[in-house]
């Protein structure tokens, strides 16, 4: 395809498929969306930390052909206003790999959201937020070291659906109307109104999606987190849904907690994952006390949204939680906070965020050797207390450094 802005490494190769087994080539095109706001600083900074693990790890065998695509601010200034052109969609697409930046939502720009957009014409469905504790990181917990959890959130339904309709609104008012009178409803006069649709198709996809994760990655659990004891034809049906994927195609591979008990005293046998199911609200107080019960957390789009965030809290907050959407075509890693204007351009910020998820990335892509380089420096950076602002002003005795200082250490680190 040709495209206007973009410009095609010509050296790169393209990944054509996230088919299984992914085919990475040694050139593979990569994409990036710099993002607003503090995005330049961040981006600049990952990109060097990036290319230098995977020079070190494949000594120039292996090496990324990153393509710049636009979105947001940047995207507006080059496409004359437009914030999302069509060729950054064509090109997602086709080059089916990518991480992003934050995006600034434009006030009155005709998106509900950039990146509630790029979720749902690419139907990322698929929500991945990795909570692990590194050692260093303030955390507002006594005891933060078992926290290890990765939370599948399912991304295009649920509330989310945006099926909405305001109190006094005529669509509120015939809705209002056909529940009471055709379906026995009952609720107050004047209420405002939404739909809440799960299906068994979206939520059996991201089950099997998360199963297949927790089998590669050797994973011990796969918990259903749902508030099906009070809304039972969607929270409740999620869960019976998870618990159906898991005996009907993965039955070889699974034992659900009852089983675990009754068959095999409490011990999964070798290889074999085990499915259990918590309601939302008490699995709140399980991840604070009981952290090391959970492993990979498959959980409904609103619940998923309260409980990584709540999670990277116990971590170190959102500066440093990694992320990426993904669907059965594109896959998108992304910073998981925002934009923060306050401090653009002043090489402030911490670029965890971004940096970790360019980790997962490589680990998708297979080059772990590149993403454990980039781990183990990382630790030893915070090992020494060198940080940038966010961490420093929680830490006693740490070295405040910019966000591009930070990355030089992490480099000195993989190099020394
Ligand atoms: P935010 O940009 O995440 O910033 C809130 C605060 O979080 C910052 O003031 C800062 O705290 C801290 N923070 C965020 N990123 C940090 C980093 N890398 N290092 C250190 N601290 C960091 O949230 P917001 O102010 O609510 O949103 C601003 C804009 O971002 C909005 O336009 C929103 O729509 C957009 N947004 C985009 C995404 C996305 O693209 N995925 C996600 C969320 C929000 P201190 O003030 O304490 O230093």
């Known amino acids: 395809m040709a495209y206007h802005k973009i410009v095609v490494p010509p050296d790169g190769e393209k990944i054509t498929s996230l088919a299984q087994p992914l085919n990475i080539p040694d050139h593979p095109i990569l994409m990036f969306i710099e993002g607003d706001g503090i995005g330049r600083d961040i981006m600049t900074a990952s990109l060097r930390v990036w290319n230098a693990a995977v020079e070190k790890a494949y000594g120039g065998k292996r090496k990324i052909a990153w393509m710049e695509i636009y979105a947001g601010e940047k995207a507006a200034k080059l496409y004359d206003g437009n914030y999302m052109p069509q060729e950054t969609f064509d090109a997602l697409r086709e080059f089916v790999i990518g991480i992003k930046g934050p995006l ?48 599948f959130r399912e991304n295009t339904e649920d509330v989310y659906a945006g099926i909405e309709y ?16 055709e379906m026995g409803a009952k609720f107050f006069e004047g209420s405002g109104l939404g739909i809440k649709p799960m299906s068994a198709f979206a939520t059996k996809r991201l089950m099997r999606f998360a199963l297949r994760y927790a089998l590669e990655r050797k994973r011990k659990s796969v918990t259903i987190m749902h508030k099906g004891n009070i809304q039972k034809y969607t929270e409740g049906a999620f869960r019976n849904w998870c618990y159906e994927v898991a005996r009907e195609e993965f039955a070889e591979y699974t034992v659900t907690e009852d089983e675990l008990w009754e068959k095999y005293n409490g011990q999964a046998p070798e290889g074999k994952i085990v499915i259990k199911d918590r309601i939302a609200d008490i699995i709140f107080q399980h991840m604070l006390l009981r952290p090391a019960e959970f492993d990979v957390v498959i959980t409904p789009n609103l619940n998923g949204d309260y409980l990584s965030d709540a999670l990277a809290a116990q971590v170190g907050g959102v500066g440093i939680a990694p992320g990426a959407n993904i669907g059965d075509s594109v896959m998108l890693f992304e910073a998981t906070h925002g934009t923060a204007p306050k401090y653009t351009d002043q090489d402030k910020v911490n670029p965890g965020s971004l940096l970790l998820s360019g980790v997962m990335m490589l680990e998708f892509m297979g080059w772990w050797e590149a993403a454990q380089l980039i781990i183990q420096a990382y630790e030893r950076t915070l090992a020494q207390k060198v940080v940038t602002y966010d961490f420093a002003r929680l830490m006693d005795g740490a070295t405040e450094v910019k966000t591009s200082e930070f990355a030089s250490a992490i480099i000195q680190h993989m190099n020394g």
């Open 166 to 181: 305001a109190a006094g609104t005529a669509e509120n008012e015939k809705l209002a109307r056909f529940l009471r009178e």
């Open 104 to 151: 600034t939502t434009p006030v009155g720009g005709g998106f509900r959201s950039l990146n509630v957009t790029l979720r749902q014409v690419l139907d990322l469905y698929a929500c991945l937020r990795p909570v692990k504790y590194y050692p260093g990181v303030p955390s507002p917990m006594r005891d933060p070291e078992p926290v290890d959890v990765t939370v």
